[in-house]
């Protein structure tokens, strides 16, 4: 069976992905802290889609444990492991960030230090291999700094770089890197703050948009797909204008 592991796997996003790759057949590796924490929800993949799904226990930001995790999760040939899916992110306070450097150091290293970490293991190994596909969730926060988050999105914007890098280094050996840039999403992460609905994905949603997209190889792809067009103006905002603007 081909298994695909997904990093984050508690987060809604990661569920609804592992729901989609699930119900597609394939074997899944859901990777957390705490990882038992999920048994309920790979009890319920298993009733509904006859899965093969493990949790396995994972710190991203735990480096020197990176190597070690991803060798325990080599088996047989019968259990491959052909892609990896990280869902890792964590927004964090804006505010807090620029007066307690503790609290910027999180926002980065999770949402890029940790996760590139892990991925330099996994890409080692799928060019080894020449074969594999690694799709990293980034944000769409890292098209242009703004105000109101400019430290998460530094770090996205950090990550979509790694990832662009990533994906021009491994296209001769076969292995397909897709970059994903997601709007706002309908998450635990966004649960308290005000979104407008056209432009907010549900999981699920968003889960069937990033299934199909990496069957056909997409290099990147914006949740929704308007998002493409809406950083495209303000990427492109003159900067004596942008800085004076709040959006």
Known sequence: ???????????????????EYAQH?????????????LN?????????????????????????????FYDALQGSEDEKLIGAITAVGYLGDQGKAQDNYSEAERIINTNFTGVVSLL???????????SGFIVGLSSVAGDRGRKANYIYGGAKAGFTAYLSG???????????????????M????????????????????????????????????????MWRWIMFIIKHIPEFMFKRMSI
């Not at 069976?1 to 729901?19: E, W």
């Not at 309920?40 to 190597?67: N, P, Q």
């Not at 966004?190 to 299934?211: F, K, V, W």
């Open 1 to 19: 069976m081909d298994y695909v592991l997904i990093v984050g796997a508690k987060s809604d996003t990661a569920k609804a992905l592992a729901r």
């Open 40 to 68: 309920d929800f790979v009890s319920d993949l298993k009733i509904r889609y006859e899965a093969t799904a493990k949790c396995v226990d994972l710190d991203i930001l735990d480096y020197s444990s990176h190597a070690a």
């Open 120 to 130: 330099n293991i996994i890409a080692n190994d799928f060019e080894n291999r020449g």
């Open 25 to 37: 057949g394939y074997g899944l590796y859901l990777a957390a802290r705490k990882s038992s924490e």
């Open 186 to 225: 309908n998450t635990k992460m966004t649960e308290d703050m005000d979104l407008p609905s056209a432009l907010t994905a549900q999981p699920d949603e968003a889960a069937r948009q990033i299934y199909n997209a990496q069957q056909r190889k997409k290099n990147v792809v914006y949740v929704k797909w």
């Open 166 to 184: 990533l994906r021009n280094r491994l296209v001769g050996s076969n292995v397909h890197v897709m970059t994903v840039k997601p709007g706002f």
